[in-house]
T-cell receptor
Framework: GQNIDQPTEMTATEGAIVQINCTYQ??????LFWYQQHAGEAPTFLSY??LDGLEEKGRFSSFLSRSKGYSYLLLKELQMKDSASYLC??????????WGAGTKLIIKP | SQTIHQWPATLVQPVGSPLSLECTVE??????LYWYRQAAGRGLQLLFY??????ISSEVPQNLSASRPQDRQFILSSKKLLLSDSGFYLC?????????????FGDGTRLSIL
């Protein structure tokens, strides 16, 4: 079956660094997406990885290891506005996204 | 630039009543269109997707249906709502044929069934 695993909740301190992990098992693989979703709002796109390695976008970076079925989202210099849920989604062989349940990130001052 | 509009933002409906949620996209042609449902604390569940006018693929058997009467219009409907239909409904679009392009979401409709 198809499965995406990510932690339910994480807590971090303002100004610190946090890494949100995601493991995936999908029928085929056409890339890994990360989205941010603030409470009560729609998800917004953060990053896309299809090749192994690290992609950096400002304070956010995303890493992929295809052989391990593993990705992480790294958030640096955390700000209070980063408090949100972070959704990992793998694109399968039919080009459909399989979504994780999301990791709720709580930032404390 | 492309925008996606979804309405209404919130809806409270009695069990057994009909439903119609509408989504329109502006600034692009021939988009892929999607309807998702998100239950509290859960991931996104794909309900329907469409690659063109009148072309609808259903992912989950249920009492919901979708239609695409125009290129940039996607409608989610039900003849009789169930309690289990409560949730956060999201419409999304992506560029047709480009699998590495992200899906972009509307603001969502929070549906409560009483």
């Amino acid at each position: 079956g198809q499965n995406i695993d990510q932690p339910t909740e994480m807590t971090a301190t303002e100004g610190a660094i946090v890494q949100i992990n995601c493991t995936y098992q999908t029928s085929g693989f056409n890339g890994l997406f990360w989205y941010q979703q603030h409470a009560g709002e729609a998800p917004t796109f953060l990053s896309y990885n299809v090749l192994d390695g690290l992609e950096e976008k400002g304070r956010f970076s995303s890493f992929l290891s295809r052989s391990k079925g593993y990705s992480y989202l790294l958030l640096k210099e955390l700000q209070m506005k980063d408090s949100a849920s972070y959704l990992c989604a793998s694109m399968d062989s039919n080009y459909q996204l399989i979504w994780g349940a999301g990791t709720k990130l709580i930032i404390k001052p | 630039s492309q925008t996606i509009h979804q309405w209404p933002a919130t809806l409270v409906q009695p069990v057994g009543s009909p439903l119609s949620l509408e989504c329109t996209v502006e600034g692009t042609s021939n988009p892929n269109l999607y309807w998702y449902r998100q239950a509290a604390g859960r991931g996104l569940q794909l309900l329907f997707y469409s690659v063109g006018i009148g072309q609808i693929s259903s992912e989950v058997p249920q009492n919901l249906s979708a239609s695409r009467p125009q290129d940039r219009q996607f409608i989610l409907s039900s003849k009789k709502l169930l309690l289990s239909d409560s949730g956060f409904y999201l419409c999304a679009w992506s560029v047709l044929g480009s699998y590495n392009q992200p899906q972009h979401f509307g603001d969502g409709t929070r549906l409560s069934i009483l």
